[in-house]
C-alpha cells in the first residue's frame, strides 16, 4: 500500500471549512483514496473515498486532483464535534489484501469554540 | 441494524498470562479484522479473517493468534502477555468482497497488563 503524508496536527474554529491534505507520491493506478475518522477511545469510522477528482457526501468532500499524487479532505462548518484524529490511506480495491488496512499517523484536528 | 461489538471492553491482566478477545461483526459481514492501537505505534493490523481462514496477517509475533467462527464472529487470543501488549484492541468488519477500504470498526477493548 502506497504511503501517504499527512500535518500531523491542525486548528479551526467553529463554523470554519477545514482542508487536510494527504500527500500520496507513489499512488498506482489502481489505487484508490479513503479518509477515516477516529475519537478517542472508539474505532476509525469510515468518511469517505475516491479515485479522481470530486466526491461528496453528507459528510466532506474529497477533491483529487488529477495528477492523484495528493488528495484533500473538505469539512465544511466544522463543529466541536469534529475534533478527531483523521488518517487518509491509500491502496488497491481489488487486491487480495481486503482486509489490510495501513494507517499513518494521523492528522489531530482540533476545532475551538 | 447493530454495529460491531467486542466483549470486554476493559481487561487487566498480570504479565505471563493470557487473553481472548471476542468480535461480533455486522450481520451480513464475512470479513473480519483485527487492529491494535498504542500511543507509540499507532494502529497496526493484527490479521483477517474471511470464512473461517486467514487471509492476512501482521508483523506481531507468534503470541498473537485469532479464529473465525462459522457464523463470522471472531476472537484473537494473546499468550504470555507482555507489558508492551498494553492497547486498544479494535475488531473491524466489512463484507469482504470488493469494498475493502470501508470497514466498520467496534468500540475496541482496553488491554491493560501490569
Known amino acids: 500500500l502506497a504511503k501517504t503524508t499527512q500535518p500531523i496536527s491542525m486548528d479551526s474554529y467553529e463554523g470554519q471549512e477545514v482542508n487536510i491534505t494527504c500527500s500520496h507520491n507513489n499512488i498506482a493506478t489502481n489505487d484508490y483514496i479513503t479518509w477515516y475518522q477516529q475519537f478517542p477511545s472508539q474505532g476509525p469510522r469510515f468518511i469517505i473515498q475516491?479515485?479522481?477528482t470530486k466526491v461528496t457526501n453528507e459528510v466532506a468532500s474529497l477533491f483529487i486532483p488529477a495528477d492523484r499524487k495528493s488528495s484533500t479532505l473538505s469539512l465544511p462548518r466544522v463543529s466541536l464535534s469534529d475534533t478527531a484524529v483523521y488518517y487518509c490511506?491509500?491502496?488497491?480495491?481489488?487486491?487480495?489484501?481486503?482486509?489490510?488496512?495501513?494507517f499513518g499517523q494521523g492528522t489531530t484536528l482540533q476545532v475551538k469554540p | 441494524k447493530a454495529g460491531v461489538t467486542q466483549t470486554p471492553r476493559y481487561l487487566i491482566k498480570t504479565r505471563g498470562q493470557q487473553v481472548t478477545l471476542s468480535c461480533s461483526p455486522i450481520?451480513?459481514?464475512?470479513?473480519v479484522s483485527w487492529y491494535q492501537q498504542t500511543p507509540g505505534q499507532g494502529l497496526q493490523f493484527l490479521f483477517e479473517y474471511f470464512s473461517e481462514t486467514q487471509r492476512n496477517k501482521g508483523n506481531f509475533p507468534g503470541r498473537f493468534s485469532g479464529r473465525q467462527f462459522s457464523n463470522s464472529r471472531s476472537e484473537m487470543n494473546v499468550s504470555t502477555l507482555e507489558l508492551g501488549d498494553s492497547a486498544l484492541y479494535l475488531c473491524?468488519?466489512?463484507w469482504g468482497q470488493g469494498r475493502i477500504y470501508e470497514q466498520y470498526f467496534g468500540p475496541g477493548t482496553r488491554l491493560t497488563v501490569t
Open positions: 473491524a468488519s466489512s
Open positions: 490511506l491509500v491502496g488497491d480495491k481489488g487486491s487480495s489484501n481486503t482486509g489490510k488496512l495501513i
Open positions: 450481520s451480513g459481514h464475512r470479513s
Open positions: 475516491g479515485y479522481k
